[in-house]
């Protein structure tokens, strides 16, 4: 996470960047991607000013907060961060795909004119990768008639997977592990 800290107002002592610091570590537990948190403190005579600005995939989560103790102010503006990370992640982890939330609609229809039955595996594969070209795969594939094949690219170490279209070309699906 890449952390920076702005005084305004005059300069700050170091406690409070190394206290901020530590404080937005903490938020990392709730990011999957890399963050780039900006942390803004001032002071004017009694009043503490502490505002964090958080940016990470796609996502810009600002909090504002004013106390007598900039302890205070960075704690609780680490707080509401914390607060918005948790009802993000929840949003993500309840959304599901529109393909899903129409196949619980045609199901819930089933349901009334028959009995429902419950998804099952057909059939098991246990594929072993082994290391190949992209010609090698397509090779491999017209020889078995196969309708697909998953491999581990050579060159670059991925696994891939080549499928048949309908229309007789092929398609290739790479992953980044």
């Known amino acids: 996470m890449k952390i920076s800290v702005t005084f305004r107002n005059g300069e700050g ?15 990392k537990k709730y990011l999957d991607t890399p963050a780039e948190a900006h942390i803004i403190v001032s002071m004017e ?8 600005n958080l940016s990470s995939n796609g996502w810009n989560i600002n909090a504002k907060e004013e106390a007598k103790d900039m302890h205070l102010a960075i704690d609780r503006c680490v707080e509401k961060i914390e ?15 529109k393909s899903i ?5 045609k199901s ?14 057909a059939e098991t594969r246990r594929v072993i990768l082994k290391p190949m070209s992209f010609d090698e795969a397509i090779m491999e594939m017209e020889g078995t008639k196969d309708l697909f094949i998953i491999y581990r690219d050579s060159s670059s170490e ?6 048949r279209r ?9 992953t980044n592990s």
């Open 108 to 121: 819930s229809e089933r349901e009334g004119t028959e009995e429902s039955t419950g998804n099952k595996i």
């Open 101 to 105: 939330r129409r196949g619980e609609a």
């Open 13 to 27: 002592e170091n406690w409070q960047k190394v206290y901020a610091e530590e404080k937005i570590q903490k938020l």
């Open 83 to 97: 607060k918005q990370l948790k009802k993000q992640r929840e949003k993500i982890r309840e959304h599901k795909p």
């Open 166 to 174: 309908d229309d007789g070309n092929y398609a290739l699906i790479e």
């Open 45 to 52: 005579k009694f009043r503490n000013f502490a505002e964090i």
């Open 158 to 163: 991925n696994v891939s997977l080549i499928y």
